[in-house]
Nanobody, 123 residues
């Protein structure tokens, strides 16, 4: 059974940093594209960062480009999202997800999701 477990969220002041982790079990991440999404109440789930399974290429939404970095550790079967220079607009529940094949910036093609981790940016 595939399971993705996010961790690392919390309360941070504006300008601060957090590193989210997405630990996978029941599958080998090497073969999957991985994505980080976020969602605030009343809004659609937003794709913010993705990493391919093949060449390690990455993609970032304009809203996080230059501040967030996605990476993967295939030995630990874990994907990370390093978030720097956080602003209140980054407050959301953050989810990781996986899919076979290439990256996709929309949620539909992703196969399994974690339960999410809350990130709150506030002074």
């Amino acid at each position: 059974q595939v399971q993705l477990v996010e961790s690392g969220g919390g309360l941070v002041q504006p300008g601060g940093s957090l590193r989210l982790s997405c630990a996978a079990s029941g599958l080998t991440l090497d073969y999957y594209a991985m994505g980080w999404f976020r969602q605030v109440p009343g809004k659609e789930r937003e794709g913010i960062s993705f990493i391919s399974s093949t060449d390690g290429s990455t993609w970032y939404a304009d809203s996080v480009k230059g501040r967030f970095t996605i990476s993967r550790d295939n030995v630990k079967n874990t994907v990370y999202l390093q978030m720097n220079s956080l602003t209140p607009e980054d407050t959301a529940v953050y989810y990781c997800a996986h899919k076979i094949g290439g990256m996709s910036t929309i949620p539909g093609p992703y196969d399994d999701w974690g339960q999410g981790t809350q990130v709150t940016v506030s002074s």
